[in-house]
């Protein structure tokens, strides 16, 4: 299981600390991610950290604005969110799969339950 948090309701170009708590004793072997959805449209990738913290990924839109984290000893990834716009307010949920990161949703098997973010103008 996933357990998101974090999210809520900041002004552009604050910043927010996205954690996503994973239960099991089998963290360190998932590759772990981000994605959005904002209203009316599909969900999207925003961020991936492997399974051995080997590599990172970023969708365009948040490259150097976000940072995509774990901690294996305390089963959690972080998504630190500095710079927000207008643009990144959305649903965010964590999802996990374990062996290699990938930036699609359809081969992720677990997922949390979301957090929103709200960035106003």
């Known amino acids: 299981q996933l357990q998101a948090s974090g999210g809520g309701l900041v002004q552009a170009g604050g910043s927010l600390r996205l954690s996503c708590v994973a239960s099991?004793?089998?963290?360190?072997?998932?590759?772990m991610a981000w994605f959005r959805q904002a209203p009316g449209k599909e969900r999207e990738f925003v961020a991936g950290?492997?399974?051995?913290?080997?590599?990172?990924s970023y969708a365009d839109s948040v490259k150097g604005r976000f940072i995509i984290s774990r901690d294996n000893g305390e089963n959690t990834v972080y998504l630190q969110m500095d710079s927000l716009k207008p643009e990144d307010t959305a649903v965010y949920s964590c999802?996990?799969?374990?062996?290699?990161?990938?930036?699609?949703?359809?081969?992720?098997?677990?997922w949390g339950q979301g957090t929103l973010v709200t960035v106003s103008s």
């Open positions: 999802a996990a799969r374990q062996g290699t990161m990938f930036t699609y949703s359809r081969y992720y098997t677990s």
């Open positions: 099991g004793r089998t963290f360190s072997r998932y590759s």
């Open positions: 950290i492997s399974w051995n913290e080997g590599s990172t």
